[in-house]
């Protein structure tokens, strides 16, 4: 029976369930750069590659994060239910581009 520590039998099972990684990434470093990711990696006791990977990971993440989640205050929160609740009543605008909406489609 195994008797690692839970930490270690979670990452063994993260591992074993992990698709194999396949695709390849280059990049061209100053030696100071190589350095400072180096000495990073080193402190979290991770191999080079696993840190890069995972930090480029978590970057791409909160940068997707930034620009697809809309984020609101209390009171836009509910200026945004109210209006989706009670809409107000369309103006005059909006009434004429529904009829030339509905003249195209007739078309």
């Not at 997707?64 to 836009?76: C, F, M, N, S």
Request: glycine share 2%; hydrophobic share 45%.
């Amino acid at each position: 029976m195994d008797h690692a520590p839970v930490g270690i039998a979670e990452e063994r099972a993260r591992v074993a369930t992990r698709p194999p990684r396949r695709e390849r990434l280059e990049a061209r470093l100053s030696l100071d750069q190589k350095a400072l990711l180096e000495r990073a990696a080193a402190l979290e006791g991770r191999s080079l590659t696993d840190f890069v990977v995972a930090s480029a990971q978590a970057a791409a993440m909160e940068t997707i994060q930034r620009y697809e989640v809309i984020t609101l205050t209390a009171r836009d929160s509910l200026a945004f239910a109210e209006a989706i609740i009670h809409p107000p009543a369309p103006n005059e605008r909006l009434r004429a581009a529904a009829h030339r909406h509905r003249q195209l489609i007739a078309e």
